[in-house]
Nanobody, 115 residues
């Protein structure tokens, strides 16, 4: 059974930084893509950053220049370095992986940014 587990969420002041990580277990297959999504209170879950099928990173306009996604392909791990945090970055961050036709989600980790 494939499982994704996020870590690294928490609270930060505006202008601060946090680093999220996501580890995969239950499979030896390499993920085709991995990404981070965010769901703010009362809003839909939106893509924050991910890797295209060609392996290039893509970012939501709201986080470009502030967030950096990286991955360890052999371990099926993905990371999100968040800098210059803003209150509007607050939400639950979910890790997503697509592995051999399956679409998998982590349980989410809360990020709260105060002004």
């Amino acid at each position: 059974q494939v499982q994704l587990v996020e870590a690294g969420g928490g609270s930060a002041q505006a202008g601060g930084s946090l680093r999220l990580s996501c580890a995969t277990s239950g499979t030896i297959l390499r993920a085709e893509t991995m990404a981070w999504y965010r769901q703010a209170p009362g809003k839909q879950r939106d893509l924050v950053a991910g890797f295209s099928n060609r392996g290039s990173p893509v970012y939501a306009d709201s986080v470009k220049g502030r967030f950096t996604i990286s991955r360890h392909q052999a371990k099926n791990e993905v990371y999100l370095q968040m800098e210059t945090l803003k209150p509007e970055d607050t939400g639950v961050y979910y890790c997503n992986a697509q592995i051999w036709g399956g679409d998998y989600w982590g349980q989410g980790t809360q990020v709260t940014v105060s002004s």
